[in-house]
Nanobody, 127 residues
């Protein structure tokens, strides 16, 4: 069974940083695009960032552009989300996702297009 395991969430004050990690159990996922989504309290799941298979292309939601950086280490089968200058509105459960068979020629923002999901990691930003 394919597993995506996120880690790195926690409680921080506004303005601080966190780095999330997501490691995949399936080795073939190192060839696929990966994405981060989040779901805040009472909100729908929303796109945060995506990266193609080799890290040469990325895409960000406007709300995090300039503050968050997505990256990956295929040797470790892991994708990261560096989150700087955190704001209370960044509070959410963060999920990593993989679209089966997609190298990331197109980096999709729609959650319905992703096939595999992690269990999520909670990020709470206090004011």
């Amino acid at each position: 069974q394919v597993k995506l395991v996120e880690s790195g969430g926690g409680l921080v004050q506004a303005g601080y940083s966190l780095r999330l990690s997501c490691t995949a159990s399936e080795r073939t996922f190192s060839s696929y695009a990966k994405a981060w989504f989040r779901q805040g309290p009472g909100k729908e799941r929303e796109f945060v960032a995506a990266i193609n298979w080799n890290g040469s292309k990325t895409r960000y939601a406007d709300s995090v552009k300039g503050r968050f950086t997505i990256s990956r280490d295929n040797a470790k089968n892991t994708v990261y989300l560096q989150m700087n200058s955190l704001k209370p509105e960044d509070t959410a459960v963060y999920y990593c996702a993989v679209k089966d068979g997609s190298s990331g020629y197109v980096l999709h923002q729609l959650s319905d297009l992703y096939d595999y999901w992690g269990q999520g990691t909670q990020v709470t930003v206090s004011s």
